[in-house]
């Protein structure tokens, strides 16, 4: 069971320069958000999607575009990339439904992002 | 909308000592409460969770967490750390909904004296 596939695991882009990155979930949740995480800031919510086809803001999502076109995927854009998001990146997926799991969030490994 | 605070940025503690880790909340309505530790170089895990019922939680490591809804509060607590603790730790709230956001505290990082 892989869980939560995050990749790639690292990036250096320049500024301007546009990119995705992956997430990937075998849990058939209908749950999964993208979240940075800074130093002394801890994760902000950047998008979140409650199922295939529906997305929806976090608290910073400019700069950022989502879709989900199946359960299991849910990439991020960026779409011209700026210093300020250089942050690592954390996806995550839960459960909506079903007992003890319903809300436990399953997180990625991250992805660390430098824009220079 | 819900929010979270963490008021203890960082934390430095000697082996042995007994560890309390605040945290508030605001929402008015009915919320899951959840801890999160991040040990140096990993991913999230999930330490412990509240949904219902005691207001006193039992987690993974000896961990536990008290529920004070008067309060707003869901403080982590651990009557002996140990060295291997050294991590950031992360309080988190949702509206019990299923559809509803998870938002995350700021993070307090423990640090352990051998």
């Known amino acids: 069971n892989a869980g939560v596939t995050q990749t790639p695991k690292f990036q250096v882009l320049k500024t301007g320069q546009s990119m995705t990155l992956q997430c990937a979930q075998d849990?058939?949740?209908?749950?999964m958000s993208w979240y940075r995480q800074d130093p002394g800031m801890g994760l902000r919510l950047i998008h979140y999607?409650?199922?295939?086809?529906?997305?929806d803001q976090g608290e910073v999502p400019n700069g950022y575009n989502v879709s989900r076109s199946t359960t299991e995927d849910f990439p991020l854009r960026l779409l011209s990339a700026a210093p300020s998001q250089t942050s690592v990146y954390f996806c995550?997926?839960?459960?909506?439904?079903?007992?003890?799991?319903?809300?436990?969030?399953?997180f990625g490994a991250g992805t660390r992002l430098s824009v220079l | 909308a819900q929010s979270v605070s963490q008021h203890n940025h960082h934390v430095i503690l000697s082996e042995a000592a007994s560890l309390e880790l605040g945290c508030n909340y605001s929402y008015g309505g009915t919320v899951n409460l959840f801890w999160y530790v991040q040990y140096p170089g990993q991913h999230l895990q999930l330490l412990l969770k509240?949904?219902?019922?005691?207001?006193l939680v039992k987690g993974i490591k000896g961990f536990e967490a008290e529920f004070i809804k008067s309060k707003f509060s869901f403080n982590l607590r651990k009557p002996s750390v140990q060295w291997s603790d050294t991590a950031e730790y992360f309080c988190?709230?949702?509206?019990?909904?299923?559809?509803?956001?998870?938002?995350f505290g700021s993070g307090t990082r423990l640090s352990i004296r051998p």
């Open positions: 509240y949904f219902s019922g005691d207001p």
């Open positions: 999607s409650v199922g295939a086809g529906i997305t």
């Open positions: 995550a997926s839960r459960p909506t439904s079903g007992g003890l799991h319903k809300n436990i969030q399953y």
């Open positions: 988190a709230v949702n509206a019990d909904s299923s559809a509803s956001k998870i938002i």
């Open positions: 849990m058939n949740h209908e749950y």
